[in-house]
């Protein structure tokens, strides 16, 4: 009996991240023809990624430009899709998370009446404007998707809200599988070059800032940094590391307000397994990202969220995290907090991970497996 052929389509740092763990498992399963498929909507970012994890990419677009705009993006990644899913004819596409690689990709699957799959369904700001796009484009998915894997019960929630009741599972996040395979490998051979590499950061509590959301772009991203420069300022012997998006609309500002700071440390975005060490030894984490929102709980990190609403409300409601939104006395209020207080930090650092315990991957693979025999 022929294979099924399961297509993956991924393009950007985390997604790359998160599907990693499931299509390495389906590949390693035996039973499925497994074919990546990279939009290429991120160079750099993307491709270490690829190399940590040993992911192969079956056929890619490269569709990556400086500054590029999302109707560029959503063309040219359309079209290019469209061509190769044509040829391939996958029994099931799968895509992860809200980019517009993924809502693409989606669409491009639809189009052609191929089964979708969507990995971290159901995630819900009830903005469309914050995140923006995401927020917008994981509502279209959930409209042509097949099959839904939520990481949580509130994403289920959502879903069902939304009318949306067959295939949808409560799964988890496969963030958290990469994570522990990650932590692992680095145990095994990385542990030492990293902790000379990184021995400047050690001798103190750090902070370690990320942020790239399109909704802060111009005003948000200044209070950022002068939030930043104020903490640093006030807290000298407080080192904080800044691994800075390569998006030149983060760039500018960031290096512009925060170079030349004696403890402030600009560098280029992180490898990820580097980046999982340096979560893992930091002290506070100051960020807009979905997945660092994902991956700090488990490493008992206290999380400032830069921004004004979050689908990942999980990490509020447990304790983890605090929306500071982008502003400037809150963000510097926080950090303060945090410094100050240790029952503060200790209640926020040991609240669990509501996103996910490992597994995610396995049970994927047994939904995927129900499913396609039962097609
Ligand atoms: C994209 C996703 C966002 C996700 C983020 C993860 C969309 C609309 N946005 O946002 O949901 O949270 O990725 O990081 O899908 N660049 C490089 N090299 C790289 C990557 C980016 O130079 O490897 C620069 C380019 O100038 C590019 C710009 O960053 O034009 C923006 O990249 P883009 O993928 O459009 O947006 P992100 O902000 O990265
Ligand atoms: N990450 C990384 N290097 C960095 C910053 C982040 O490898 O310099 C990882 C991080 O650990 C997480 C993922 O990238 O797994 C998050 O990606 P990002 O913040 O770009 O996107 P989002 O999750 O907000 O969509």
């Excluded at 899913?85 to 996958?90: F, Q, T």
């Excluded at 692992?184 to 400047?200: G, N, P, V």
Aim: charged share 20%; glycine share 6%; net charge negative.
């Amino acid at each position: 009996m022929r294979h099924k052929k399961i297509c993956f389509i991924f393009g950007t740092r985390p997604e790359a991240i998160k599907v990693a763990p499931v299509s390495t498992m389906l590949r390693r399963d035996g039973h499925f023809e497994v074919v990546n498929i990279s939009t290429g909507q991120h160079k750099e970012m993307l491709n270490q990624v690829l190399d940590f994890f040993n992911l192969p990419v079956n056929n890619s677009l490269d569709v990556m430009k400086v500054n590029q705009s999302l109707a560029y993006l959503s063309s040219s990644i359309l079209d290019g899709l469209s061509r190769v899913l044509e040829e391939l004819k996958p029994d099931l596409v799968l895509v992860q998370g809200d980019t517009t690689t993924a809502f693409m990709g989606a669409l491009a699957a639809f189009y052609q009446k191929i089964p979708v799959a969507h990995i971290e369904a159901g995630l819900r700001s009830f903005n469309l404007f914050s995140p923006f796009p995401e927020e917008a484009n994981r509502k279209m998915i959930s409209q042509i998707a097949n099959l839904h894997f939520c990481p949580t019960d509130k994403a289920v929630e959502n879903l069902n809200a939304e009318g949306i009741h067959n295939h949808v599972y409560k799964v988890g996040n496969t963030v958290v599988d990469a994570l522990l395979q990650g932590l692992d490998i680095i145990e095994q051979s990385m542990e030492e070059r990293f902790a000379a590499k990184y021995a400047y950061l050690l001798q103190n509590k750090f902070i370690l800032v990320t942020g790239h959301r399109r909704e802060s772009f111009g005003d948000g991203f200044l209070h950022i940094c002068h939030a930043l420069k104020k903490i640093a300022e006030k807290f000298p012997d407080t080192p904080i590391f800044y691994p800075v998006h390569l998006n030149p609309s983060v760039q500018k500002p960031v290096y512009e307000i925060l170079s030349g700071l004696h403890n402030v440390y600009l560098v280029s975005p992180l490898e990820y397994a580097e980046m999982i060490w340096v979560l893992n030894k930091s002290y506070i984490v100051l960020t807009d990202s979905g997945g660092i929102q994902e991956e700090a709980p488990s490493l008992g990190k206290p999380i400032l969220v830069m921004r004004e609403v979050t689908e990942r409300s999980e990490g509020i409601d447990a304790g983890n995290a605090v929306l500071v939104g982008t502003d400037q006395e809150l963000i510097f209020n926080w950090v303060e907090r945090l410094l100050s207080d240790p029952q503060l930090y200790t209640s926020m650092s040991t609240a669990g991970n509501p996103y996910g315990d490992g597994l995610t991957s396995e049970r994927i693979l047994s939904i995927i497996k129900n499913y396609l025999d039962n097609e």
